[in-house]
């Protein structure tokens, strides 16, 4: 009896202003492992409840005062965008909200996926640096914390759309 070969996956964190190239570096990254794109955006304003064996989460808000909590979805307007570019890559692609500490959720998720690596675009401006000063780089935290890659794609002014 043959067994088929293992699921692969590579996780890519995203949001919603993020540059293209990291999504296409990620999904050729996929394509070239023979493996489907798991994309996650974390939302840090909530924790995690409770975790499902596919890495989906149930989560709560942060702020006891916020107004009724309707469950967190993924960003349909993004959802789309990463839709049409594993289409045009030619690799399978499915979207996860997860919540908490960025680098520990992405972290957590390639570890329940079983994922070759991880992607992540590194920030650009004044805000992110700032924002890095005091909480450090996603990056830099998941180097630190995982056992398998971290590919990080660089953010320049030729990287800011689509790769040819």
């Not at 909590?69 to 979207?95: C, H, M, N, Y």
């Not at 000063?133 to 998941?142: K, N, T």
Request: glycine share 8%; charged share 20%.
């Amino acid at each position: 009896m043959s067994q088929s070969p293992p699921h692969r996956s590579v996780v890519i964190g995203v949001t919603p202003h993020q540059p293209q190239s990291v999504l296409h570096t990620a999904a050729r990254l996929a394509r070239a492992l023979g493996a489907d794109l798991v994309c996650a955006h974390v939302d840090t304003s909530a924790y995690v409840v409770e975790e499902h064996p596919d890495g989906t989460v149930e989560t709560r808000p942060l702020d006891p005062d916020a107004q009724e909590w309707i469950s967190v979805r993924f960003d349909p307007v993004l959802a789309e965008r990463i839709g049409q570019i594993a289409a045009k890559e030619g690799v399978s692609a499915r979207t996860i909200e997860l919540a908490g500490e960025v680098a520990r959720a992405l972290g957590r998720l390639a570890e329940v996926v079983g994922a070759e690596l991880i992607v992540v675009g590194a920030r650009s401006g004044v805000r992110a640096s700032v924002r890095e000063y005091f909480s450090g780089s996603v990056a830099v935290h998941l180097a630190h914390r995982q056992t398998r890659p971290v590919v990080v794609v660089p953010l320049t002014v030729r990287a800011e759309g689509p790769l040819p």
